[in-house]
């Protein structure tokens, strides 16, 4: 017993630590889909993954949109070391729904605010993402067979694939360039877009 005691009060001493802190303040931020359009409803996930000693996120605050820049400020409660936490693992995520958005170049920023045992407000992602046009690969304003031949070349690959394109994910299932995304060019083939 007394073995699992000294096990349980490295962890905490461990995870006090400056380096471990800081692990925990950085969020992953994914885009659905991965290359928007003009015609997709635009979401980023603001995602924290906490394992052995949980800070825990207290709230997600609204998106605030300043032109071509979103920005989100989330607060993430720390323990103190005398505290008693369980030893868990979770995510703590909020989806953000931006909708359809413009053509264009965006940013989105995410703020973290420190509470209780740590304290303190930084920026700790940057996320930019593009805005295009339904089937064009290549972002030269049309859907033409450079675009075919790029999904083609990418077909039937996932993230992990040596010949991912994430340009050529622009229909669901997001996440893999199969017919879905070749039907999409070919139902745009042909078409001319201006700013």
């Keep these: 017993?007394?073995?699992?005691?000294?096990?349980?009060?490295?962890?905490?001493?461990?995870?006090?630590?400056?380096?471990?802190?800081?692990?925990f303040c950085f969020p992953d931020v994914t885009?659905?889909?991965?290359?928007?359009?003009?015609a997709d409803n635009v979401n980023l996930t603001v995602s924290y993954f906490f394992s052995t000693w949980p800070p825990?996120?207290?709230?997600?605050?609204?998106?605030?949109?300043?032109?071509?820049?979103?920005?989100v400020n989330v607060t993430v409660y720390f323990p103190t070391p005398s505290e008693v936490v369980l030893m868990i693992v979770h995510t703590d995520s909020q989806t953000y729904n931006l909708g359809n958005l413009p053509v264009g170049e965006y940013r989105f920023k995410v703020y973290i605010q420190r509470i209780h045992y740590m304290e303190g407000f930084f920026l700790a992602e940057i996320i930019d993402f593009n805005i295009t046009f339904r089937g064009d690969i290549d972002h030269d304003l049309d859907v033409d067979i450079?675009?075919?031949?790029?999904?083609?070349?990418?077909?039937?690959?996932?993230?992990s694939s040596p010949n991912w394109n994430p340009h050529c994910d622009i229909a669901e299932p997001y996440e893999r360039?199969?017919?879905?995304?070749?039907?999409?060019?070919?139902?745009?083939?042909?078409e001319e877009y201006t700013l």
């Design 1 to 23: 017993m007394c073995l699992v005691q000294l096990a349980l009060a490295a962890v905490l001493i461990l995870a006090s630590s400056v380096g471990i802190e800081a692990a």
């Design 31 to 38: 885009v659905t889909p991965t290359t928007p359009t003009i």
């Design 56 to 71: 825990f996120v207290e709230s997600f605050g609204p998106f605030v949109q300043a032109g071509n820049t979103f920005s």
């Design 146 to 159: 450079y675009d075919a031949v790029k999904c083609g070349i990418a077909y039937g690959s996932t993230p």
């Design 177 to 190: 360039i199969d017919i879905f995304d070749l039907v999409t060019i070919a139902a745009n083939y042909g």
